[in-house]
């Protein structure tokens, strides 16, 4: 979600799925062009039902209003990622996709942003409704002192059986959302795993624990990872009150997530860049571990 694996692979990767290897493939999504794909049609039909809506369609001023300010753009910025966190875990098309993927991992920062991505799946259909609800208000707001001589003059035109029709079209669209919702959140939260990174400081060390806290209803947390240690250092003092400090923070994570498993690197002379350098920071990272005790990790 960064969009730093072009340069942590040194590859050219962007917003499609690339091979990096032979079994493995990275994406760095664009959110705007999921939101468009996964709400254009609904953001459609509900500008042609609030043009329906007596007088606005005969007001040009407040036509364009509609037409520019209601798009996919306007949608929040965590719905748009949520958005593509259904594309790749997306349960309908997951057996009819050309590649078959059996680990999908997904690299973001622990605030909450990333807290929005578990939630949203589940609760976006209320989203979406009350971002369009509260838009129908601001077009009804801006045609509210229309006197009452010029609605009785527009309604006999007013076509309350497309309107209807139009109305259902866009409840059954909102019950599909809501369906694939439940089933991207039950999938995160039956066979998804967070793994937390951390600097051993106290910000970074404040930071996990609140993600903790705040991800547990959502997914299965299951280990920790303790990064960029400076090594123990030969004549440096500063180096040594560095690594104290390092050393004190690391105790206390591990104090704090005792019950998890906790992995501790310390920080490489050569920047991890490259396939050749992420091996290096696996290896400082897991030894000689087999990938089941990576992916299924014991404390």
């Known amino acids: 979600?960064?969009?730093?694996?072009s340069d942590l692979f040194k590859l050219?990767?962007?917003d499609k799925l690339t091979a990096l290897t032979k079994n493995l493939w990275g994406i760095e999504p664009d959110?705007?062009?999921?939101?468009?794909k996964y709400t254009e049609d609904l953001i459609e039909k509900m500008k042609i039902l609030m043009k329906q809506m007596p007088l606005v369609g005969r007001i040009p001023q407040i036509e364009k209003f509609i037409d520019t300010t209601f798009t996919s753009d306007s949608i929040p910025l965590a719905l748009k990622n949520a958005m593509f966190f259904q594309k790749i875990l997306d349960a309908e098309d997951i057996n009819t996709q050309e590649i078959q993927f059996d680990i999908i991992i997904a690299d973001f920062p622990p605030t909450a942003n990333m807290i929005t991505l578990f939630e949203i799946p589940e609760d976006q259909v209320k989203v979406v409704l009350k971002y369009s609800l509260n838009f129908y208000n601001s077009i009804k707001g801006a045609?509210?002192?229309?006197?009452k001589m010029w609605r009785q003059i527009i309604k006999p035109f007013d076509n309350y059986e497309e309107r209807r029709e139009l109305g259902r079209e866009i409840f059954n669209m909102i019950v599909e959302l809501?369906?694939?919702?439940?089933?991207?959140?039950d999938l995160i939260h039956d066979v998804g795993s967070l793994r937390l990174v951390t600097i051993a400081e106290k910000p970074s060390f404040e930071e996990i624990?609140?993600?903790?806290?705040?991800?547990?209803?959502?997914?299965k947390l299951e280990g920790v990872h303790i990064n960029m240690v400076i090594p123990e250092p030969k004549k440096c003092d500063f180096c040594d009150k560095i690594r104290t400090l390092q050393l004190n923070y690391t105790s206390e994570i591990k104090k704090e997530f005792k019950k998890l498993k906790i992995w501790q690197?310390?920080?490489?002379k050569e920047e991890p860049i490259g396939l050749e350098g992420l091996r290096s920071l696996a290896y400082e990272v897991y030894g000689d571990i087999t990938p089941n005790e990576i992916l299924n990790p014991k404390p």
């Open 12 to 14: 050219n990767i962007g």
């Open 265 to 268: 690197s310390e920080k490489l």
């Open 178 to 185: 809501e369906k694939r919702g439940e089933r991207i959140s």
């Open 31 to 36: 959110p705007d062009s999921y939101a468009k």
């Open 209 to 219: 624990k609140r993600a903790r806290d705040l991800t547990k209803r959502y997914i």
């Open 1 to 5: 979600m960064a969009h730093n694996l």
């Open 143 to 147: 045609i509210k002192n229309v006197s």
